[in-house]
Nanobody, 121 residues
């Protein structure tokens, strides 16, 4: 059983920073492409940033230059460094990853439970 657990959310003032973590645990042979999504109240879930298993990244236009996605495959952990936060960044942030549980098995998509980020003065 694979689990993704996010942490690092909280309340921050506009212009502040937070670092989200997503730790994967369970039966994991390899982690493939992964990413962070967010969902604000009354809105659809949207992509924030993605990172391939080779380390290539891409970002939504609304976070370019402010957020940085990274991964530590040795520790099965992914990060989202969020700087210059704005009130419109307020949302529940979810991590997503494709995981290979064992050799010869199919890749499975997994989601974390989400962590709340609130940007407010």
């Amino acid at each position: 059983q694979v689990q993704l657990v996010e942490s690092g959310g909280g309340l921050v003032h506009p212009g502040g920073s937070l670092r989200l973590s997503c730790a994967a645990s369970g039966s994991i042979r390899s982690i493939g492409n992964a990413g962070w999504y967010r969902q604000a109240p009354g809105k659809q879930r949207e992509l924030v940033a993605r990172i391939t298993n080779g380390g290539s990244t891409n970002y939504a236009d609304f976070v370019k230059g402010r957020f940085t996605i990274s991964r530590d495959d040795a520790n099965n952990t992914m990060y989202l460094q969020m700087n210059s936060l704005k009130p419109e960044d307020t949302a529940v942030y979810y991590c997503n990853a494709y995981i290979l549980p064992r050799a010869g098995s199919p890749w499975h998509e997994h989601w974390g439970q989400g962590t709340q980020v609130t940007v407010s003065s």
